[in-house]
Structures are given as C-alpha cells and as structure tokens.
C-alpha cells in the first residue's frame, strides 16, 4: 500500500531553519505531483508549497514564498521542505501529499497523504 512517511519536524526558535522529508512507498514517485500542507491548531489545513513530478515547477503560498523550498529525489523517492527564516505562526503540523494531476494548491486533488511532522517555531 502506499505510504508516505514525513519526518524532521521540532521546536525551532523564530528565524531558525528546518528541512523535512517525505518518504514514499507503494507507488511510482515519478508518476506524482507533490505537495506540503499544514495544520495550525484549530485552523483549517493549508497549502505551503508542491512541486510536479519531475521538479520543473514549483508553486508556494504567499506565506512562505521566499523562505520555504520544495524539492525532490525521485531516486530516493523522497520530497523536501526546507524552511528558513522561520517564524512563530509557522508552527502547525506539516503533512506531504501525492497526486496525479500537475502540482497543485488544491487539497482535493491529491490522493494520498502522509501522516504529518509537528513544527514548532518558538519566539
């Protein structure tokens, strides 16, 4: 089955940085967009960035354009957040989620999704 596997999530003081990662099994990495979402407590889930299945494109919320970069491996089936400048409302639980169509902003439109890495960004 498919599974996605995100780590590298801790207590970061504000302006820090962090990379996560995305492990992914049982299904062929290649074929699938990518994407970052998060959860801030008692907030709706939110896009932060995604990336198309070979990393031309690359797409970001406002929120983290210019301090947030989404990349991948596909020979380690692997996709990264690395975040830098972070700041105390980037705290939220960070979930990677694959999907078929062209890199998206739309929740919806991803198939599979990981089970989450806890950030959190101290001040």
């Known amino acids: 089955q498919v599974q996605l596997v995100e780590s590298g999530g801790r207590l970061v003081q504000a302006g820090g940085s962090l990379r996560l990662s995305c492990a992914a099994s049982g299904l062929t990495f290649s074929n699938y967009a990518m994407g970052w979402f998060r959860q801030a407590p008692g907030k709706k889930r939110e896009f932060a960035a995604a990336?198309?299945?070979?990393?031309?494109?690359?797409y970001y919320a406002d929120s983290v354009k210019g301090r947030f970069t989404i990349s991948r491996d596909n020979a380690k089936n692997t996709v990264y957040l690395q975040m830098n400048s972070l700041k105390p409302e980037d705290t939220a639980v960070y979930y990677c989620?694959?999907?078929?169509?062209?890199?998206?902003?739309?929740?919806?439109?991803?198939?599979?999704w990981g089970q989450g890495t806890q950030v959190t960004v101290s001040s």
């Open positions: 990336i198309s299945w070979n990393g031309g494109n690359t």
């Open positions: 989620a694959a999907g078929t169509v062209t890199a998206t902003l739309n929740a919806y439109e991803y198939l599979y």
